[in-house]
């Protein structure tokens, strides 16, 4: 499985984005994908992650009630939309999946996109 985030970019604080992270590859094994993000100086973090087979979604505390993450099971491709944004939301964002745990029980694979960067400005 590989990912590739697409999206980010500069938006003023308040304003809102949308990201989208595209799955290839063994898609069928995918048990869950989400994002991360990093900030500068800063260990990478939680965003929000959907369980594949339920639909099921998880989200840090600091972006509850502003981001919603979604999915296109059908193209494989999750996303996240990001409203009311400040400059704290500033970092890298990653996508990840995880999957294989058909394979593997009790394990499982996990990958990571690239980045995509949200810059807001304060």
């Known amino acids: 499985v590989q990912v590739v985030e697409s999206g980010g970019g500069l938006v003023q604080a308040g304003g809102s984005l949308r990201l989208s992270c595209e799955a290839s590859?063994?898609?069928?094994?995918?048990?869950?994908m989400g994002w991360y993000r990093q900030a500068p100086g800063s260990q990478r973090e939680l965003v929000a992650t959907?369980?594949?087979?339920?639909?099921?979604?998880d989200y840090g505390d600091s972006v509850k009630g502003r981001f919603t993450i979604s999915r296109d099971s059908a193209k494989s491709t999750i996303f996240l939309e990001m409203h009311m944004l400040k400059p704290q939301d500033t970092a890298v964002y990653y996508c990840?999946?995880?999957?294989?745990?058909?394979?593997?029980?009790?394990?499982?694979?996990?990958?990571w996109g690239q980045g995509t960067l949200v810059t807001v400005p304060s």
């Open positions: 590859g063994v898609t069928a094994a995918i048990d869950s």
């Open positions: 990840h999946a995880q999957y294989g745990s058909v394979w593997y029980p009790g394990g499982y694979l996990e990958v």
């Open positions: 959907i369980n594949w087979p339920d639909g099921s979604t």
